[in-house]
């Protein structure tokens, strides 16, 4: 979705009017990218003359699944290495900019049996905590679980803030007896594995 075509496409059918309408070139131009819309408050959007709150939102929707609908349609099933984990969230929380935290639940054979959402803005352990974390993971029955993050700024050397967090869900899966086998960081271009570091 970085064609700018196809975002002045999906901005358009999210309003219903032409592509070069003046509103249209007017959120292209204020929004360098589809995820910066995305990421942008009702105020900013409201503020441009010919979208209201029903409008705003409806853009920020019809982005998301044009999102949804350029990301790759072959996924591993399987994680086999923290670059799968890389291949599949790259085009979803890897280019975010803000903070999300989310599992991988896997079933006895590292398959993916479903993804959920634990936290979103910035990490820190306060924010992320063990109970919340593996209640999914109970739900679901998962075997195992993956932890990843995405660092908005590009640069996925871990904070000690993450590390700190690592520590606190492996002593949590170890009482839980849901293993957590990596705490992978994300980033556009680049992820980083606390395991094959040696940090967990």
């Given at each position: 979705?970085s064609?700018?075509?196809?975002?002045r496409?999906?901005?358009?059918e999210?309003?219903?009017i032409?592509?070069?309408?003046?509103?249209?070139?007017?959120?292209?131009?204020k929004f360098?990218?589809?995820?910066?819309?995305?990421?942008a408050?009702?105020?900013e959007?409201?503020?441009?003359?010919?979208?209201?709150p029903m409008?705003?939102k409806?853009?920020?929707?019809?982005?998301?699944?044009?999102?949804?609908l350029?990301?790759?349609?072959e996924?591993?099933?399987?994680?086999?290495?923290?670059?799968?984990?890389?291949?599949?969230?790259?085009?979803?929380?890897?280019?975010l900019?803000v903070?999300e935290?989310?599992?991988?639940?896997?079933?006895?054979?590292?398959?993916?049996?479903?993804?959920?959402?634990?936290?979103?803005?910035?990490?820190?352990?306060?924010?992320?905590h063990?109970?919340?974390t593996?209640?999914?993971?109970?739900?679901?029955?998962?075997?195992?679980?993956?932890a990843?993050?995405?660092?908005?700024?590009?640069d996925?050397?871990?904070?000690?803030?993450?590390?700190?967090?690592?520590?606190?869900?492996?002593?949590?899966?170890?009482?839980?007896?849901?293993?957590?086998?990596?705490?992978?960081?994300i980033a556009?271009?680049?992820?980083?594995s606390?395991?094959?570091?040696g940090?967990?």
């Amino acid at each position: 979705m970085s064609n700018p075509h196809t975002f002045r496409t999906a901005i358009s059918e999210a309003l219903c009017i032409k592509e070069n309408s003046v509103v249209v070139q007017e959120l292209v131009s204020k929004f360098n990218t589809p995820y910066d819309l995305m990421d942008a408050s009702e105020y900013e959007l409201t503020s441009i003359k010919g979208i209201g709150p029903m409008r705003a939102k409806q853009i920020q929707s019809a982005l998301k699944l044009a999102l949804l609908l350029n990301m790759p349609k072959e996924t591993p099933k399987f994680i086999r290495s923290p670059r799968d984990v890389f291949d599949i969230f790259r085009c979803s929380i890897g280019v975010l900019n803000v903070e999300e935290f989310h599992i991988i639940m896997l079933s006895t054979k590292n398959g993916i049996i479903g993804t959920e959402l634990i936290s979103r803005g910035t990490l820190n352990s306060s924010l992320v905590h063990p109970r919340e974390t593996f209640i999914p993971a109970i739900k679901r029955s998962a075997s195992s679980i993956i932890a990843i993050h995405n660092h908005p700024s590009g640069d996925c050397t871990p904070s000690p803030e993450d590390v700190q967090l690592t520590e606190r869900l492996v002593q949590a899966s170890e009482i839980i007896g849901i293993p957590c086998h990596d705490h992978v960081i994300i980033a556009k271009d680049s992820y980083y594995s606390l395991k094959e570091r040696g940090l967990m």
